[in-house]
């Protein structure tokens, strides 16, 4: 019988064969270290990937019943492994049922999870998160677990939110104003006594309004300056303003009343040069308003100007500033139309 086993006896041939596998071994262990290095790389490059674009990385099994790690970057606090309980400590209860059905959703489909949510964060306070997450399948195509990274969009939502806000607070405004220029130009019209005068108050009463409009658009509608609703009013006559007198101190308006006092000035300026202290050369105005016991009140009187005597039956002009101006400051208003001169009161309702 003839042993097939390869037998070396040649010394030589043995050392051939070992050097041989010497250098087999370290090519392998070069091939390794390459592995390694370029594993290693390729780990830390899509590390810094997930890290600059998402503060959070983490994974959970299959089913997501169990977290097994959450990295929070300090959005969120981390987690130790095997967490079961993640969903009532890191979501509010008011989105938890949100973030199951997309969960169930992304399982069901095999797809990627992506959802924005509220989540409680590492401070103590509540933000917002935008989370992704991509299924891993074993060999038989089921799904053993889930990688997934998350970003801070608290800034962008709660941005979301006050452009919301804004934009119901503009319409709001609008619907306000419009509801104003409706009742100029109807009002007006049914008391002028020719199309040519009416189109002609409407332009006027409306470009007050939208010279306050200006003034509120600086201030994003929240508030104006009196001082500056006033100016504004005022400015188409100032070549009388060498006669006109201007005291108060810095007080803020509200948007409505900063409409309803720069139409009530424009009333009573356009009134004084047509026909009160301002139509001839000798006429003064005085201006003022304080703020006492947190009342706002608002004075105009006339002096020296042509006699006045009551008018038999009063215009849209008395109407707006002794009514609908009032009605913006939740106040009253009171036209007085004595011998040596126009006078108007407004009182505000207190704010404190």
Not at 32 to 41: A, F, G, I, W
Not at 127 to 136: F, T
Not at 273 to 294: D, F, H, N, Q
């Amino acid at each position: 019988m003839t042993d097939s086993t390869l037998a070396v006896s040649d010394p030589a041939e043995i050392a051939q064969l070992l050097a041989r596998c010497a250098e087999q071994e370290e090519a392998l262990e070069a091939l390794r270290k390459s592995n390694r290095r370029e594993l290693e790389e390729a780990t830390a490059i899509l590390d810094a990937l997930i890290r600059s674009s998402s503060e959070v990385r983490y994974r959970l099994n299959g089913d997501w019943s169990v977290l097994d790690q959450l990295q929070g970057g300090g959005f969120i606090p981390d987690s130790a492994s095997g967490n079961r309980n993640w969903l009532e400590e890191y979501i509010p209860e008011e989105h938890r049922d949100l973030v199951r059905a997309e969960i169930h959703r992304s399982i069901e489909q095999r797809d990627t999870y992506n959802i924005e949510h509220k989540v409680n964060r590492a401070d103590g306070t509540v933000g917002w998160a935008l989370s992704r997450a991509v299924p891993l399948f074993d060999e038989t195509g089921a799904i053993v677990s889930w990688m997934g990274a998350a970003s801070d969009i608290t800034r962008a939502k709660s941005a979301e939110e006050a452009q919301r806000v804004l934009n119901l607070e503009l319409a709001h405004r609008m619907k306000n104003t419009l509801a104003i220029v409706q009742a100029i130009v109807s009002q007006t019209l049914r008391n002028a006594s020719s199309i040519e005068e009416g189109q002609v108050a409407i332009s006027a009463r409306l470009e007050a309004l939208a010279r306050a409009q200006n003034i509120l658009t600086q201030t994003n509608f929240t508030e104006a300056d009196v001082k500056e609703v006033v100016d504004a009013a005022m400015m188409p006559h100032r070549h009388a303003e060498h006669r006109i007198d201007v005291a108060g101190d810095g007080d803020k308006l509200t948007p409505q009343e900063a409409l309803g006092l720069s139409l009530a000035i424009h009333e009573l300026a356009t009134n004084a040069i047509k026909y009160g202290a301002l139509s001839g050369e000798t006429g003064r105005v005085a201006m003022k308003w304080a703020r006492p016991g947190g009342a706002f009140v608002f004075e105009w009187i006339e002096n020296d100007g042509p006699p006045v005597a009551p008018p038999s039956n009063r215009g849209f002009g008395s109407k707006l500033i002794e009514r609908i101006v009032a009605a913006y400051f939740e106040g009253e208003g009171h036209l007085d139309f004595r011998p040596e001169g126009v006078r108007f009161k407004l009182v505000g309702r207190a704010k404190y």
